[in-house]
């Protein structure tokens, strides 16, 4: 009996110290915790589709920058600027009020159990199941940080710009692969984008469709400052649903982002075939884009006791 318990709590003590998270972490400590963060994300995206597209990219920018940590959601404080005035982020992401708002939903249920980076884990897959999209069981345990990097923000995110080169390599600078990083891509079957993001494209490059970028022009005008924050759906076809019409407007250079459409050409073969392969076959692009949700959810979690749980997702406790 006594071995059995000492068996137990050695378990408990590796699970604790080896860093690895686990889908039932809040079974026992909160167990209304998935539940209050689905239906906070189902209300939030029933009154406004995009913001399922904001929140999987908040979780995203999160992940990217010290690892899955909700750095993010920190405001400027007097001993750090925060990432949220770095150029990928800076009017441009969304979805704060949605995260404090479930977050809040959380402390009155179970004070200070859920962190605020696992609210971001758990609110990127409701947001993609709430608009038709694939699901996965999310890994839990993160901690939140006390720190926050506007340089790291600047320097760790893949600019829009990029081509395959520096894409891949963004991604495996954060352990993930090529082929996570055009799964990964096909986040981009919701959402939209600004002027500024895509004015390029359509006034320099040739590998895209002519009535398309004709459109876009419309609404994005060529001098630098006058339309900037104009948006577009970042997939033209379907831009409230999570489906694959990504990867086929890719195929008819109907990709919004220079980084989008070299996907189809600019692999070197790999990435344009993979392109291809999830454009004819949705249920493999479903599968691949869950598996590496997960392992980009893996990012250099704090676990056990780094890091605290925040109280307020936008300041250090
Ligand atoms: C591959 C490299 C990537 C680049 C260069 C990139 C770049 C961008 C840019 C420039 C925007 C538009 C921002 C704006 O104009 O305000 C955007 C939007 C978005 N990105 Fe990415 N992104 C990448 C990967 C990802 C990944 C991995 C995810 C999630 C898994 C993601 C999810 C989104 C979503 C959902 C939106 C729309 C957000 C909204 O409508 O609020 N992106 N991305
Ligand atoms: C963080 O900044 C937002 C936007 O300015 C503000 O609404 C929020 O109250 C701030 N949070 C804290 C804890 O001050
Ligand atoms: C992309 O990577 C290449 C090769 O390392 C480099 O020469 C180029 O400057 C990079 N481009 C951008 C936009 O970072
Ligand atoms: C297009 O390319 C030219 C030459 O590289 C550059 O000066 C210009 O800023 C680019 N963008 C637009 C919108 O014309």
């Known amino acids: 009996m006594a071995s059995c318990l000492s068996v137990l709590l050695l378990l408990c003590l590796a699970g604790a110290v080896s860093g690895q998270l686990s889908p039932t972490f809040y079974s026992r400590s909160c167990p209304r915790a998935m539940s209050i963060i689905r239906a906070g994300v189902r209300a939030a995206v029933a009154q406004e589709p995009r913001m399922g597209a904001s929140l999987l990219r908040l979780h995203f920018h999160d992940c990217f920058v010290q690892g899955c940590d909700a750095s993010v959601l920190l405001n400027d404080t007097a001993s750090f600027t925060g990432e949220q005035g770095a150029n990928p982020n800076v009017g441009s992401i969304r979805g704060f009020n949605v995260v404090d708002s479930i977050k809040a939903q959380l402390e009155a249920a179970c004070k200070q159990t859920v962190s605020c980076a696992d609210v971001l884990a758990v609110a990127a897959r409701d947001s993609v199941v709430a608009l038709g999209g694939p699901s996965w069981r999310v890994l839990l ?63 320099n490059e ?112």
């Open 206 to 317: 040739t590998n895209i469709d002519s009535a398309f970028a004709a459109a876009l022009r419309a609404s994005c005008p060529r001098p630098a400052g006058s339309g900037d924050g104009n948006l577009a759906p970042l997939d033209t076809t379907t831009p409230n649903a999570f489906d694959n019409a990504y990867f086929t407007n890719l195929l008819s250079n109907k990709g919004l982002l220079h980084s989008d459409q070299v996907l189809l050409n600019g692999g070197g073969g790999a990435t344009g075939g993979q392109v291809r392969s999830y454009a004819s076959r949705p249920s493999r692009f479903s599968r691949d884009f869950a598996a590496a949700m997960v392992r980009m959810g893996n990012i250099s979690p704090l676990t056990g006791t780094q890091g605290q749980i925040r109280l307020v997702c936008s300041k250090v406790n």
């Open 141 to 203: 345990g993160r901690r939140d940080s006390t720190t926050a990097s506007l340089a790291l923000a600047n320097s760790d995110l893949p600019a829009p710009f990029f081509d395959v080169v520096n894409l891949t390599a963004s991604f495996a600078a954060k352990g993930l692969s090529q082929a996570d990083m055009v799964a990964l891509s096909g986040a981009h079957t919701i959402g939209q984008a600004q002027c500024q993001n895509f004015r390029d494209r359509l006034y």
